[in-house]
DNA sequence: AAGCATGAAAATGTATACATTATCTTTGAC
DNA sequence: GTCAAAGATAATGTATACATTTTCATGCTT
């Protein structure tokens, strides 16, 4: 069946450890936003030196989540809805851009592999009628193949920890298509196959518009389910959970 | 005159100062690609604890111009002509961006007088035939500021961030405009005029249109340089240096 | 001679002590 | 009672010692 495999989570050194578990907290809405996290408090709850934590801190502030001064350190950054639409619009305009560098440059074998796959495993996922939750978290795992694989495609290293970077913005990970309603998943899916289209028929404007769109598209199912909370409440869940 | 001040620069803390003093030296091009930046030998050099050395290699491998790898410390990326190109391209789209929210939210009195101020001083450094590298110099500061107040003016951190990201990639700094032909200036400024008409015009569209290919045009100089390096040999001074 | 195992050297990871800066509390003057 | 100054407290910045991992050289085995 789906030949795609979860990616692996390990951390050998606790930098990492601490880095994620400073992450999780974060993304877990345990501090406020503009709120300090010092170190000698993290260095206890973890049981830790200062020094990973530290770094981990420092990294974060490097992804975006949270704000340094020097001789002041690290409070929490907040997210307003407009800087998450934007982050949208930012992810929007950088995948087109892997859309259109991947049709300027070609598809390999095995990438052309990779996304058929996982067009194939889209399809019998959304053959049958009924969509359940666990089928939208396997189509998310599905979706994130499909898009990492064109970003990869581009070549451009830049343009990936770009989009890593919009992927840190809370709320505007990938994973939320888990909170779409079925025809958006549908939609999305034929979305893919139509770009998968542009790119192999080297078609490199047709791809860049037709990805923008498809990514800009996330960004308005949220502003419609932030307008109408009662309608769509599973996708507000997050950003309440968040802001708080 | 030039109502545009040049920026300030000032380090209180060593860590600052060793980030800037690693920075200018991987710039200057004392260190091979793919060399391994050891902590010690910095340490030495600089006259200062790991700590800061540390969190300064830290930093500059978050700002793309190092590798880490755990328990093997950091190494010089090395930049490819096909990377540093992309680079523009992803400036490209992003500043498009920038120029789109932009006109879609409109300039505030304060952002307007500094652009028009921009502009009149591109004009009248622009106005006698002759074009000293002096000129270049000071245009190019003129540059910045025009850009930058476009960039503030989208209102999207993330955006700034990521503008930012992509002039740490060497030869890629908007200060290379220094090294253009004196007929790339006057076109350069001339675009200056109409994506400001644009912005204030509340064109969303065109805006993001004149901006993207104004980018570009930089990234397009570029590669003539690179493609006859007798022809203009200054272009490409800084690039190899960097790629020794 | 080639390859592998072993151990020494060196590099990075981590903890901790001390220095410097920021923050809070207290005290005094008005 | 309010404000300001001074000291106390606590936080971050830095140096250093130790732990762990990597790397390299040495010598052994085949």
Redesign the pocket.
């Given at each position: 069946m789906a030949a795609l495999p979860a990616p692996e989570t390990s951390s050998?050194?606790?930098?990492?450890?601490?880095l994620e578990a400073v992450r999780a907290a974060i993304l877990a809405g345990e501090f406020e936003p503009g709120e300090?996290?010092?170190?000698?408090?993290l260095?206890t709850l973890l049981?830790?030196?200062?020094?990973?934590?530290?770094?981990a801190?420092q990294k974060l502030a490097s992804e975006g989540l949270l704000d340094?001064?020097?001789?002041?350190?690290?409070t929490l950054r907040e997210f307003s809805i407009d800087e998450v639409i934007s982050a949208y619009e930012v992810r929007a305009v950088l995948e087109g851009l892997a859309a259109r560098l991947s049709a300027e440059r070609g598809l390999n074998v095995s990438e052309i592999g990779t996304l058929q796959q996982a067009l194939r495993d889209g399809d019998d996922l959304l053959r049958n009628g009924q969509i359940t939750d666990e089928h939208r978290s396997e189509y998310s795992r599905i979706n994130a193949y499909f898009h990492v694989t064109i970003h990869a495609s581009a070549g451009s290293r830049l343009l990936n920890d770009m989009v890593y970077l919009c992927q840190q913005v809370p709320v505007s990970s990938p994973r939320n298509v888990v909170a779409f309603e079925e025809g958006d998943v549908r939609r999305r899916h034929e979305d893919h196959h139509r770009i998968f289209e542009a790119i192999v028929g080297r078609e490199p404007w047709r791809a860049e518009m037709l990805m923008r769109d498809h990514v800009a598209s996330v960004k308005s199912s949220l502003i419609r389910s932030l307008a109408s909370p009662a309608a769509v409440q599973a996708a507000t869940k997050t950003a309440r959970r968040l802001r708080r």
């Amino acid at each position: 069946m789906a030949a795609l495999p979860a990616p692996e989570t390990s951390s050998s050194t606790r930098f990492e450890s601490v880095l994620e578990a400073v992450r999780a907290a974060i993304l877990a809405g345990e501090f406020e936003p503009g709120e300090r996290l010092h170190e000698v408090k993290l260095t206890t709850l973890l049981g830790v030196s200062r020094t990973p934590v530290r770094a981990a801190l420092q990294k974060l502030a490097s992804e975006g989540l949270l704000d340094y001064t020097p001789n002041r350190g690290y409070t929490l950054r907040e997210f307003s809805i407009d800087e998450v639409i934007s982050a949208y619009e930012v992810r929007a305009v950088l995948e087109g851009l892997a859309a259109r560098l991947s049709a300027e440059r070609g598809l390999n074998v095995s990438e052309i592999g990779t996304l058929q796959q996982a067009l194939r495993d889209g399809d019998d996922l959304l053959r049958n009628g009924q969509i359940t939750d666990e089928h939208r978290s396997e189509y998310s795992r599905i979706n994130a193949y499909f898009h990492v694989t064109i970003h990869a495609s581009a070549g451009s290293r830049l343009l990936n920890d770009m989009v890593y970077l919009c992927q840190q913005v809370p709320v505007s990970s990938p994973r939320n298509v888990v909170a779409f309603e079925e025809g958006d998943v549908r939609r999305r899916h034929e979305d893919h196959h139509r770009i998968f289209e542009a790119i192999v028929g080297r078609e490199p404007w047709r791809a860049e518009m037709l990805m923008r769109d498809h990514v800009a598209s996330v960004k308005s199912s949220l502003i419609r389910s932030l307008a109408s909370p009662a309608a769509v409440q599973a996708a507000t869940k997050t950003a309440r959970r968040l802001r708080r």
